[in-house]
T-cell receptor, first 115, second 112 residues
Framework: AQSVSQHNHHVILSEAASLELGCNYS??????LFWYVQYPGQHLQLLLK??????LVKGIKGFEAEFIKSKFSFNLRKPSVQWSDTAEYFCAVNAPYNQGGKLIFGQGTELSVKP | DGGITQSPKYLFRKEGQNVTLSCEQNLNHDAMYWYRQDPGQGLRLIYYSQIVNDFQKGDIAEGYSVSREKKESFPLTVTSAQKNPTAFYLC???????????FGPGTRLTVL
């Protein structure tokens, strides 16, 4: 069965530090990959997505992610975090169409940025 | 103003009662989904619907039921058979299955 694994449950950084959140998935076929963010008290929002093409994807608020097919990874990066980036981050993979296209989520990584 | 609405935001239920959570979208999306979020477990799929009048069980469907009589509406009923219903419930929709899913604000259900 497909699964998604996020390496860190809780990350604490100071402002201006660089961020990399790990995400690995298990599925050998074609995948669509997503990072969602949930700010405190807000909706789950799409941060960025990869469907095809350039494996380096840029999203909102200065985030980017790199799809490395050989490593089954889709790590999220940001060169310099801000206090406002404090949130929970979820990596997700689409199941194939014949499984309803459901999203399979990682456990989430809580990011706390200290001012 | 397009989007997904869920109501109510907070819901309290006594043990043994059924309760229905509302999800409405005006994005003209064909596919709709219900997820359950628990701390440290990410989101897990309860039910999904790719088209009106059709829906499928997700990974944790036991104790839940849904209907999809209209394209824009996908209500979820949490029945008394659900053993641990206290959770945050999120509804999502997408243009079609495997397209990007967009999420509603969620309903936090607490069983007293």
């Amino acid at each position: 069965a497909q699964s998604v694994s996020q390496h860190n449950h809780h990350v604490i950084l100071s402002e201006a530090a660089s961020l990399e959140l790990g995400c690995n998935y298990s599925y050998g076929g074609t995948v669509n990959l997503f990072w969602y963010v949930q700010y405190p008290g807000q909706h789950l929002q799409l941060l960025l997505k990869y469907f095809s093409g350039d494996p380096l994807v840029k999203g909102i608020k200065g985030f980017e992610a790199e799809f490395i097919k050989s490593k089954f990874s889709f790590n999220l990066r940001k060169p310099s975090v801000q206090w406002s980036d404090t949130a929970e981050y979820f990596c997700a993979v689409n199941a194939p169409y014949n499984q309803g296209g459901k999203l399979i989520f990682g456990q989430g990584t809580e990011l706390s940025v200290k001012p | 103003d397009g989007g997904i609405t869920q109501s109510p935001k907070y819901l309290f239920r006594k043990e043994g009662q059924n309760v229905t959570l509302s999800c409405e979208q005006n994005l003209n999306h064909d596919a709709m989904y219900w997820y359950r979020q628990d701390p440290g477990q990410g989101l897990r799929l309860i039910y999904y619907s790719q088209i009106v009048n059709d829906f499928q069980k997700g990974d944790i469907a036991e104790g839940y039921s849904v209907s999809r009589e209209k394209k824009e509406s996908f209500p979820l009923t949490v029945t008394s058979a659900q053993k641990n219903p206290t959770a945050f419930y999120l509804c999502a929709s997408s243009l079609a299955a495997t397209d990007t899913q967009y999420f509603g604000p969620g309903t936090r259900l607490t069983v007293l």
